[in-house]
């Protein structure tokens, strides 16, 4: 497992080319492991996934889940909507959680770009490319999604749980647009191949914060008090060596 800790003197855009640098020598040097780490981020949201439908949620303890009561917590799940991003360079590729997820009848959504935000679409086949090389789905005059959950691509989280983006925002952008309230409901899980995490806080206020970050070693929640986190790992990902 490789985790940038980034100096005090490291700024945002120090940091993007740091994390770029490591993933993306992960990725070009060998395709076997690039897939096993895809596999292993798909296998730790799906765990995800099933304890949220069990009403499971990590306890301060970080090797504890604590199970809540919930009427016919499958089929509320089933009913979520969750919008998955398309896969592109040395993202994680979740295309196999995507279709489970699709045979499970969730409502499935992939986000497609217009200018620097996005509008989420369902998933349907067949994908098209935009003209990033960004698989979306084919347009449509579907209105405005409902999601409740938001699977969203990182190159990095700093100690206030926000994500270091790939520079254009979108993400950002697009949540910033809904009300106080929806916000606040969306449960947000950032995702990354390899943990690259800054000690500094170096992301800004109207950057997104994020509820897990997964990678193909753990899964982590924030705890909402200082910058300490649950973990399904018994390190501390902050201090992390």
């Not at 096993?36 to 995800?48: D, G, I, K, M, P």
């Not at 917590?73 to 089933?78: D, G, L, R, V």
């Not at 990678?215 to 008090?225: D, E, I, M, P, V």
């Amino acid at each position: 497992m490789k985790t940038i800790l980034a100096g005090a003197s490291t700024c945002k855009s120090d940091f993007r080319n740091n994390a770029r640098k490591i993933l993306s020598h992960a990725f070009s040097s060998s395709q076997n492991s690039f897939d096993s780490q895809s596999v292993r981020v798909c296998n730790n949201l799906s765990r995800l996934f099933k304890n949220l439908s069990l009403g499971k949620d990590f306890k301060r303890h970080p090797l504890t889940w604590n199970r809540s009561s919930q009427k016919n917590p499958k089929k509320i799940f089933a009913r979520k909507g969750i919008l998955f991003y398309a896969p592109f360079g040395f993202e994680a590729n979740i295309f196999k959680l995507i279709f489970d997820c699709k045979r499970k009848k969730s409502k499935v959504f992939l986000p497609y770009i217009q200018g620097l935000s996005f509008k989420m679409l369902p998933f349907r086949l067949p994908l098209e490319k935009n003209h990033y090389g960004i698989y979306e789905s084919a347009k449509s005059q579907f209105g405005l999604a409902k999601v409740d959950i938001v699977v969203v691509p990182v190159l990095g989280i700093d100690t206030n749980f926000k994500r270091i983006g790939f520079g254009k925002g979108m993400y950002d952008r697009t949540f910033a647009k809904k009300p106080n309230k929806r916000q606040k409901s969306l449960t947000v899980i950032f995702v990354s191949r390899i943990p690259c995490v800054s000690v500094p806080v170096i992301s800004q206020s109207y950057d997104l914060q994020g509820d897990y970050f997964v990678s193909a070693t753990a899964c982590c929640k924030r705890l909402g008090y200082g910058n300490f986190i649950a973990s399904d790992r018994v390190y501390n990902l902050w201090r992390y060596y």
